[in-house]
C-alpha cells in the first residue's frame, strides 16, 4: 500500500520580509537566511508552523570564500523537513578572526 505525503507551501516571506531567499543553487532545496534574522525565523517556524525539533545543526566550510550553517527542523507530528541555511562570506569572517 502506497502512502501519501501532503504537499504545502509555504510562504516564508510574510514571516520575515527580506531575510528569506530560496537557495537557487542547482540540487538544492531549502531556505537562504540571512544570519541577522535567524532567531526571529526560527521562532517563526516553530511559533507559526509547528517545527518543533530542531534535528541538526552542520557548519559547512567553502574556504576561502564562505562559511554556511545547514539547519534541519521537523514537526514531530510528521511531515517535510524544513532545510534552511546561513552564510557568513569571506569578508564577515575574517573580521571576526580578529
Known amino acids: 500500500m502506497a502512502t501519501l505525503e501532503r504537499t ?3 510562504d516564508l516571506s ?3 520580509p527580506g531575510a ?3 537557495d537557487p543553487r542547482t540540487n538544492y532545496e531549502g531556505w537562504i537566511v540571512e544570519p ?3 532567531i526571529e525565523v526560527a521562532t517563526a517556524i516553530r511559533d507559526r508552523l509547528g517545527f518543533d525539533l530542531l534535528s541538526s545543526v552542520t557548519g559547512v566550510d567553502y574556504f576561502p ?3 554556511e550553517v545547514v539547519y534541519h527542523a521537523y514537526r514531530t507530528v510528521g511531515g517535510r523537513a524544513w532545510f534552511s541555511r546561513s552564510r557568513s562570506h569571506a569578508a564577515t569572517r575574517s573580521r571576526s578572526r580578529r
Open 8 to 10: 504545502e507551501t509555504i
Open 14 to 16: 510574510t514571516l520575515a
Open 20 to 22: 528569506v531567499r530560496t
Open 36 to 38: 541577522s534574522s535567524l
Open 65 to 67: 570564500d564562505m562559511m
